[in-house]
């Protein structure tokens, strides 16, 4: 993501940000109780999204794991997954993939 669209994105949350509170200010300035526009997506931003994982990131764990002498192990980790290859693995295996990664050589 380009850096132009990073600032972007930060210009429209911090927009976002002052619309919620000024509602906030009109309603205890009213001294009444105040609805959002949108209910729904305040409780999805209060929600801790999950980080989508990418290749590139599943592909830099084993590759350092495989630089640091665990290169059959990485392997099992592959296999493990029904591929021969780590491009082959279903992308909703990354998080686990991960996971078993950050385990080899701790044990």
């Not at 429209?12 to 526009?37: K, W, Y």
């Not at 590139?56 to 099992?76: H, M, Y």
Request: net charge negative; charged share 35%; glycine share 4%.
């Amino acid at each position: 993501m380009s850096k132009i669209k990073l600032l972007l994105d930060v210009v429209s949350d911090m927009r976002s940000l002052a619309d919620s509170i000024q509602a906030v200010a009109d309603a205890m300035a009213g001294n009444e109780p105040f609805e959002t526009e949108e209910p729904t997506k305040a409780v999805k931003e209060s929600e801790p999204e999950k980080k989508e994982i990418t290749l590139e990131e599943v592909r830099a764990k084993l590759a350092e794991k495989s630089q640091a002498g665990l290169t059959a192990e990485v392997r099992e980790i592959i296999k493990k997954y029904g591929s021969s290859k780590l491009s082959e693995i279903n992308p909703e295996h990354y998080a686990d993939v991960l996971k078993d990664a950050e385990v080899l050589g701790n044990g």
